[in-house]
């Protein structure tokens, strides 16, 4: 019987025999689907720049944004003001630039929050079960049950004027959602062995969930966060809208709409534009979601 | 069957009976003067902050307010169940009877928005999964996608600008009762009805278009190519029976939508229903009509999940025999 | 006689974004009316690939570049794939058993209905009389109260009988030719032997070929009459299945059964010696035999030439191989 170890000759070397294929790199094939298709890589950029003009605004607007100018108000387009003025004389292109900051506040500290508690909550109704996941359930439903703008619109309304209720207001209307997600992640995840596992080997409650759940439960919540901000980003458009948002003279889109609707016929603009700078940051935000969600989905790997 | 339906029932309830409490000791848990908080609005407010403390008092005995809450919490509920859902300080009209009054136009808007987002959704998104890749389908998602990130608010003033003021074929707000005059009704509803449609469509196109995409590729389908069926049969049998399952189940939170949506609407088009009644009693702060059309919607919705959990057991035999 | 089924030089390939991927290329084997096959490989081999070709149920990106596929006299590749011939065919005459019983029925339709849906269009029954045969079906496969199980629907069952469900859809039209692919691997084995007597069973009875695809040898030692034997998409041996088992010929399969415990052995006789290396990469295929990396056995010959076409080394016995290898 002929020697059995294989060694491979040189001579198939160099014919570019290989005894297994080759590995592709997780990183790369992410950023492939990522960035492959055109309308993901379009929102992408769409995002990065709206958050580089939140940063950059003082430099980008041409004026101050809340500085009034009575003289000059209710102007249309020209080439002083790109998109005219409103009916105070402020430059509408500057305002909307500022918005960028607010909006983008607003949106990551409500988003935050409501990821926070609502992921502390999940992780807690599944890890515990019993009457806690009962009781956690319940309470979501409830807070589920009323449409989520009534929700934002009881908090934010009754409870004072002012950005910081805007946040709390659009964070609570959040939590439910993201509770409901993460323990739904959290439970399929806890079927798996290693959770099994870590609890043999003793760990403790909150070191299971800490470094065997959560890491495991997460990743496809990160779409529903990015997801998110486009939602929050409408509410408090919705809100400010409504008049019981973020208050004036702050640089609110939604503000802005409802200013404008009095005066569509002498500068339609003033609520038109800032209702396309909405589009755009949650048009934006939402393919970036999309995409991470292709992405990191298994099933579509190799598959466009 | 009857038993899932009696849980769902059961369960409602419960959850009605959540909402009830947190609204409120929503409205109760509210900083200042509890006398002043329930006497609603801002004239209500002048009057407590300039009375004397005998006729503050006088006035929480008479309202019940210095009795505990739990007491408080069992007043109120039964009188809701007896009908009576207080009365509005501000406006000094029975609340009961100004919602009597308006729900109904909301529910009217509401109905043909549902109808036409449920139906122009899962049509759209149907054709789109069947014919994945083609020009129409990347059209319709893309505009889809869009669609989902437009305001409702802003997209119906700007729809009033091009169809009002440009092209003048609708008016710019208001409300006509359909009883006395249908047409004239329809003129005034197509626009709010189209702003929210829009995003509703979207929004419902795309999910069944993925929940039929990931039908399509389901073992079951497999079988069902494999006994040499037709496409047709295919895809109504098969594909469709198992894609609506997913999207039934956000039947319930459409209904929420749209109620959410009317407040926005009805404030754009001056429109006098539910929705407008909640902001303006939330500005002055009249805090009866607020519980009251709260605990309404509320109800609505929780009603149309119970709707939308009956239909999921109709459709899907695994609920139904879990 | 001349074959039921007759599989030419098939060839499908996949264009994936990764490359060309030769899943099968340049099958061929053939089919007797009543006999037993077995088309064994490791995953990946293109066995799955084969068999839904004949049955053209291969989707996009996949396609059927080549071949002749004959059945029972008739050129398949003839009819189109959704067209109203190919559709009587697959589900009439061919039919397939597939491998997870747990996803492979449509979750809302009752078992009575998935099974009379073929009887219907197949056999042309009416509603009535397809549901008495399919309880009859039921009862063959040997489902305990079959008449009132009827109308239960599949979440209802287990696994193993689910799988019974399969096989009875299978035969309810007393197809030519049923394939089953790896129709037991989703079981546990007690229920994997319940489920290959009655399939052997079954197709005895009614002179229906069977072809069963699997990566288990011990499944078609048992069954099959004859084998053939895949590797990166080519048949690399095939032979009666005594032949196979008792003398193979190519270094894979000694390869394989050197590698599977025997019963019988005494505890100590010998080591498991599996397979070194890997599979190789389907899409950068050389033009020399694909074992070669793998193979104890080889020659000078074997890496100059490209990969041998099938020789004959017995009656009815094949192999791709430059080699004569003779087993102790």
């Known amino acids: 019987m002929p020697d059995k170890a294989i060694v491979t000759p040189p001579s198939l070397d160099a014919m570019g025999i290989t005894a297994a294929p080759p590995r592709r790199s997780e990183w790369k094939r992410f950023a492939r689907v990522f960035f492959g298709r055109r309308l993901y890589l379009i929102g992408f950029i769409i995002a990065v720049i709206i958050i580089l003009t939140a940063i950059f605004a003082p430099l980008l607007a041409p004026y101050d944004p809340i500085q009034n100018e009575l003289r000059g108000k209710l102007q249309s387009p020209s080439w002083e003001h790109w998109l005219g003025t409103d009916q105070l004389g402020r430059d509408i292109l500057s305002r909307i630039i500022y918005g960028t900051r607010i909006s983008l506040e607003i949106a990551f500290a409500a988003i935050f929050s409501s990821a926070i508690i609502g992921i502390l909550m999940g992780l807690a109704a599944a890890h515990f079960g019993g009457w806690v996941f009962t009781l956690i359930m319940r309470v979501t439903d409830a807070l589920m049950a009323l449409p989520g703008i009534i929700l934002v619109l009881l908090i934010a309304g009754l409870g004072g004027r002012g950005i910081p209720v805007v946040i709390f207001a659009l964070g609570f209307g959040g939590i439910a959602g993201m509770c409901r997600m993460m323990c739904g992640q959290a439970l399929s995840v806890k079927q798996n062995d290693y959770v099994l596992a870590g609890r043999a080997i003793g760990m403790s409650n909150w070191r299971i969930m800490l470094t065997q759940i959560f890491p495991n439960a997460f990743p496809p919540l990160i779409v529903g966060l990015t997801m998110g901000i486009g939602g929050v980003v409408l509410g408090e458009a919705g809100l400010s809208f409504l008049g019981i948002g973020v208050p004036a003279p702050n640089p609110s889109w939604g503000g802005m709409v409802m200013d404008g609707q009095r005066f569509l016929l002498d500068n339609p603009l003033l609520s038109l534009a800032p209702g396309v700078a909405i589009m755009l940051l949650v048009f934006g935000f939402n393919m970036v979601g999309d995409g991470i969600r292709d992405a990191i989905d298994p099933k579509l790997r190799g598959v466009l | ?322 | 006689m001349a074959s039921l089924l007759d599989v030419e030089n098939l060839k499908t390939y996949f264009k994936t974004e990764y490359g060309l991927v030769k899943a099968a290329d340049g099958v061929s084997f053939n089919v007797n009316q009543g006999e037993i096959i077995g088309l064994v490989g490791e995953s990946g081999c293109g066995k799955s690939v084969s068999i839904l070709s004949l049955m053209q149920l291969i989707q996009s990106p996949g396609e059927i570049i080549d071949g002749k596929i004959m059945l029972d006299g008739q050129d398949l590749r003839k009819y189109k794939s959704n067209g109203p011939e190919m559709r009587a065919i697959r589900g009439g005459k061919m039919t397939m058993i597939f491998q997870e019983p747990m996803t492979s029925l449509n979750p809302v339709l009752t078992i009575c209905r998935q099974i009379t849906e073929s009887l219907e269009l197949h056999l042309n029954m009416d509603r009535l009389a397809a549901r008495g045969r399919a309880i009859e079906l039921l009862k063959m496969v040997g489902v305990p109260d079959a008449a009132t199980r009827i109308d239960d629907y599949p979440h209802q069952f287990s696994g193993g009988m689910r799988q019974r469900v399969m096989i009875a859809m299978a035969l309810s039209c007393n197809p030519m030719i049923i394939f089953a692919d790896e129709p037991t691997t989703a079981v546990d084995v007690t229920t994997q032997a319940q489920l290959l007597e009655l399939m052997k069973d079954l197709v005895t009875r009614q002179n229906t070929a069977l072809v069963i695809v699997t990566h288990n040898l011990g499944v078609v030692a048992r069954y099959a009459q004859r084998i053939y034997v895949m590797y990166a998409g080519r048949i690399i041996e095939s032979g009666l299945s005594e032949d196979i088992f008792g003398h193979p010929r190519h270094p894979y399969t000694i390869g394989l059964l050197h590698s599977v415990p025997r019963l019988g052995e005494r505890h100590g006789t010998r080591k498991l010696i599996p397979i070194d290396g890997m599979p190789p990469d389907l899409i950068n295929m050389p033009p020399t035999c694909a074992f070669l990396p793998r193979c104890t056995y080889k020659v000078e010959r074997c890496q100059k030439e490209p990969w041998p076409a099938l020789r004959a080394v017995g009656d009815q016995h094949y192999i791709s191989c430059y080699v004569d290898i003779r087993e102790k």
């Open chain 2, 1 to 322: 069957m009857t038993a899932y339906i009696i849980r769902r029932l059961i369960i409602g309830l419960i959850i009605l009976l959540l909402v009830t409490m947190m609204v409120f000791l929503f409205v109760r848990l509210l900083p200042g003067d509890p006398l002043m908080v329930f006497m609603g609005n801002l004239r209500g407010s002048a009057q407590v902050s300039t009375m004397g403390p005998e006729e503050h008092d006088r006035l929480m005995h008479e309202y019940g307010l210095d009795r505990s809450l739990p007491v408080q919490y069992w007043d109120w509920i039964t009188d809701v169940f007896q009908g009576k859902l207080g009365k509005s300080i501000g406006i000094g009209q029975d609340v009961g009877a100004l919602i009597a009054e308006r729900l109904p136009r909301t529910a009217y808007i509401g109905f043909i928005l549902f109808v036409i987002t449920t139906f122009g959704g899962i049509l759209f998104g149907i054709y789109c999964a069947l014919r994945r890749g083609s020009w129409l389908d990347n059209t319709i998602t893309t505009i889809a996608n869009i669609g989902m990130t437009v305001p409702t608010f802003w997209f119906g003033i700007l729809l009033i600008y091009i169809f009002s003021y440009k092209l003048g074929w609708f008016p710019f707000f208001g409300w006509v009762n359909p009883f006395e005059d249908f047409w004239d009704n329809i003129r005034h509803i197509i626009l709010p009805v189209a702003s929210v449609a829009l995003g509703g469509i979207a929004g419902m196109a795309r999910l069944t278009r993925s929940c039929m995409l990931e039908v399509m590729r389901a073992d079951y389908v497999r079988t069902a190519w494999a006994k040499g069926l037709r496409e047709r049969v295919i895809v109504i049998r098969h594909q469709i029976k198992n894609a609506m399952i997913p999207v039934v189940t956000v039947l319930g939170g459409t209904v929420g939508a749209i109620l959410g949506g009317s407040v926005f609407i009805e404030t754009v088009f001056s429109i006098p229903g539910m929705g407008r009644l909640m902001t303006t009693a939330i500005f002055d702060y009249d805090y009866q009509i607020v519980q009251a059309a709260t605990l309404i919607f509320g109800g609505i919705v929780i009603f149309s999940n119970l709707i939308v959990d009956i239909a999921w057991g109709w459709l899907d035999p695994r609920i139904r025999y879990a």
